[in-house]
């Protein structure tokens, strides 16, 4: 993972060494080689070339687990540009004040995002379209070269604890965790199948499915709108080796109809993105016989911070801190704590960010000088190395001077027969300083007592974590992660 | 005073012999003597089987008052340097004090070593959460040794909160003050199982925190989330609760501070 020939590089040119028979890509059966994703690539860098799309044009990609989406981001960063891919079934107002936070040169719309093209207009910036008829017939336009340094990615952050941030990723950052990925020796091998499932517009399914699976050359099925179902038949379908989900992904899979031995060609089965629940990791388990390790990053990280690639799996950990990833817990002072006491995770690697785009003070307020960067996020190390995250550090509710974590407030209330979701936060109190506060969604959009909750609570609970009031809500603001907005309902 | 007190004895440990009888014999009617000790939940200690006893630390005759309030004779981990001085030889292990070389780098692995041993033999285990005495009064985080010992020996943990040793035995006195009061109180049982998945560290930390609640309860202390140790400030009057402010908003991230090696430590 030598990074020092940043002279001329293009994270683009991974699909160069490919053969081009090879599988690249499978959508709804149709493969697609690396020869024929090269020359659709190639064809639409002249188009872009011809709409005048150079180094540092911003291009904001609206695809979703499309061939297109592939198609678009390579030849744009073929041209230099830096992409800010986008989730193509935002609602119109969302994607408009996404695209008003990443003010694109141009929009690039292609497959379940070539709606985009009609609403031009509302988006005020020029639309392309990538379908497969990009025109191959102008002269050969040439790949222009980066610096490791130079920016491939803008990411907006989803924006769970605060407001919605661009997060920078070079092409440096990312190809390291791409390698780190595809070097493991346990990570992707010659005869692996890869199941795009995850969006690939979040990081995770951009850099460590999609693309550490093409720098590895091995094909990606993808799967453009998740269905369980139809994942599974994917998976017997293609034989797919690795697959990597989120927790309402795998809660559904663990649910699923189809048969117990859908799974069985899977050899690598991770989860990311928030907690996964054990009571999932657990049926998985006794179902298809298979064990989904977690891992833990950000796209701060590029995604990478930790995994359970090639050790025991520990179903609550998210694993080890990657090799080359440096991972402390510490203090606010930033003194490492004890082994077994909880701290603010704090992160130095190769694929850490180089700041928040036009936003120095937030940059400033999580990353050293020296690269370390303050990932909000409070963990515990085991005695045997392995991380566990408690909670976000801003989440904390401090009842008495004992620290309350919303999570496992949370975790304990959804089990009540009634509760169908519950998100907890903190308000300031009289004696205790600050209390804990429950918003309920009663499943059914039925009724559930307080005393019943509260009682419920204290069999399960601390006194001291116990919710003081429970509000009902029809709603709670969740993340498509399912990571939930606690900030929206602080007050 | 306990009237069904019983004086355990195990060959494989300390303080089994007749001195050790004779200690108890001797110490407990002249603690009931001089001293007005109040003992509240003592319900809560199972008659048989192993547990964890877990008192705040405030003063040295702490290590005196909790296991005069237990029905059931309990051991304890001491220095091992108290074996080094003819005045605290003898009594000492008779008095259930197991002595643990806290010298090396496995010093804490012995002890806990040391602690599995009685509670495998289903006796009663006293250990401070605080890992040391509180010079601010207040109470302290814990530290997860009790917790961890209750998931490997499968072992209840009692919290036990006392009020009063402070003045019996003020810091660095010798002399212990007669005819004052000391109140004892002992907590529910709490077990391991109610804290979540086995093996996760959450789970002891979890566990630890629930523990210094319940302590805090029973001995009317104040909550600090900081260790007892060196930079605890002496004999502060508890500070009145007010709401925590957060930490000032970080100017510019920092470096963590790390060893020369560039370990945690």
């Known amino acids: 993972m030598d990074n020092t020939d940043t002279g001329g590089m293009n994270l683009a040119r991974l699909l160069d060494d490919k053969e081009a028979a090879a599988t690249a890509l499978i959508r709804d059966g149709k493969a697609v080689s690396f020869g024929q994703l090269r020359s659709r690539v190639a064809a639409l860098r002249a188009e872009l070339s011809n709409r005048g799309v150079g180094p540092d044009s911003r291009v904001a990609l609206v695809a979703g687990n499309d061939i297109e989406f592939v198609v678009g981001l390579f030849a744009a960063w073929d041209r230099g540009a830096v992409v800010s891919p986008l989730l193509p079934s935002s609602p119109v107002p969302e994607l408009q004040r996404k695209l008003e936070a990443l003010r694109p040169d141009l929009i690039l719309g292609g497959g379940a995002g070539a709606w985009v093209a009609e609403q031009a207009e509302a988006f005020g910036a020029s639309v392309l379209v990538v379908d497969e008829q990009e025109k191959g017939d102008g002269p050969e336009v040439a790949v222009i070269d980066r610096a490791g340094s130079d920016t491939a990615l803008a990411m907006l952050t989803s924006g769970i604890t605060s407001d919605p941030k661009v997060v920078v990723l070079s092409h440096d950052n990312l190809r390291w965790a791409q390698e780190a990925v595809v070097t493991h020796a346990d990570g992707i091998k010659a005869d692996d199948v890869v199941l795009g499932a995850l969006p690939l517009s979040h990081i995770f399914g951009l850099n460590v499915v999609l693309l550490a699976a093409l720098r590895a050359g091995v094909p990606v099925v993808l799967q453009p709108r998740f269905d369980e179902v139809e994942c599974l038949r994917l998976i017997a379908h293609h034989k797919i080796t690795i697959l990597a989900g989120a927790p309402p992904m795998w809660r559904r899979l663990a649910l699923a109809e189809g048969p117990n031995d859908a799974m069985a060609t899977i050899r690598r089965a991770t989860s990311g993105a928030a907690a996964l629940p054990t009571e999932v990791y657990e049926v998985i388990k006794a179902r298809f016989g298979v064990e989904v390790g977690q891992g833990y990053g950000l796209t701060e990280t590029s995604s990478l911070v930790s995994w359970s690639l090639g050790a025991e799996i520990k179903p609550t950990s998210v694993g080890r801190p990657i090799e080359g990833v440096d991972v402390v817990i510490v203090d606010e002072d930033g003194a490492p704590v004890n082994i077994g006491d909880v701290g603010e995770i704090v992160v130095r690697s190769p694929a850490v960010f180089g700041g928040y785009q036009n936003a120095d003070e937030a940059t400033d307020a999580v990353l050293s000088d020296d690269g370390w960067f303050w990932t909000g996020d409070l963990g515990i190390f085991d005695d045997d190395g392995y991380l566990y995250i408690v909670d976000r550090a801003k989440d904390i509710v401090i009842v008495s001077g004992f620290n309350v974590y919303p999570g496992e407030v949370e975790s304990v209330l959804v089990t009540h027969p009634d509760v169908a979701g519950a998100v907890v936060v903190g308000e300031l109190a009289e004696t205790t300083g600050e209390t804990v506060v429950a918003y309920i969604n009663v499943a059914g959009g039925g009724q559930v007592a307080d005393s019943s909750l509260a009682q419920f609570a204290r069999e399960h609970l601390s006194e001291y974590k116990c919710p003081t009031s429970y509000r009902f809500v029809d709603e709670l603001p969740m993340a498509p992660t399912g990571k939930l907005i606690r900030r929206k309902l602080r007050q | ?265």
């Not at chain 2, 192993?50 to 001491?78: E, K, M, Q």
């Not at chain 2, 998931?151 to 007669?178: S, W, Y």
């Not at chain 2, 959450?202 to 609640?213: G, K, P, Q, S, Y």
Request: charged share 25%.
């Open chain 2, 1 to 265: 005073m306990t009237s069904d007190f019983r004086f355990e004895s195990d060959a494989e440990l300390p303080g089994s012999d007749l001195l050790g009888r004779l200690a108890y014999t001797v110490a407990r009617p002249v603690i009931a003597r001089l001293w007005d000790v109040k003992i509240e939940g003592i319900e809560h200690v199972p008659r048989r089987g192993p547990a964890i006893v877990t008192p705040n630390h405030l003063s040295f005759c702490d290590s005196i008052f909790v296991p005069y309030a237990l029905p059931r004779r309990t051991w304890a981990i001491g220095k091992g340097e108290y074996l080094d001085s003819w005045k605290t030889r003898y009594i000492f292990p008779a008095l259930g004090m197991i002595p643990v070389d806290r010298s090396g780098g496995d010093a804490a692995a012995r002890a806990l070593e040391t602690a599995a041993e009685v509670l495998k033999r289903d006796h009663l285990f006293m250990i401070y959460p605080e890992g040391t005495r509180s010079r601010s009064t207040n109470l302290h985080k814990g530290r997860t040794g009790a917790a961890r010992l209750a998931e490997r020996c499968n072992a209840p943990i009692l919290p036990v909160g006392h009020v009063g040793t402070l003045d019996v035995q003020p810091p660095d006195t010798f002399k212990m003050k007669v005819n004052l009061p000391v109140t004892v109180r002992i907590g529910e049982p709490m077990w391991i199982d109610d804290f979540g998945e086995p093996g996760d560290p959450r789970r002891m930390r979890r566990m630890t925190d629930a523990l210094m609640f319940r302590i805090g309860q029973l001995s009317e202390q104040t909550y600090v989330d900081t260790y007892a140790g060196s930079s605890d400030t002496p004999l502060q009057k508890p500070p009145t609760l007010t709401r925590p402010t957060p930490p000032p908003a970080r100017k510019k991230a920092k470096s963590p501070v790390l060893s020369a090696a560039g370990e945690p430590r």
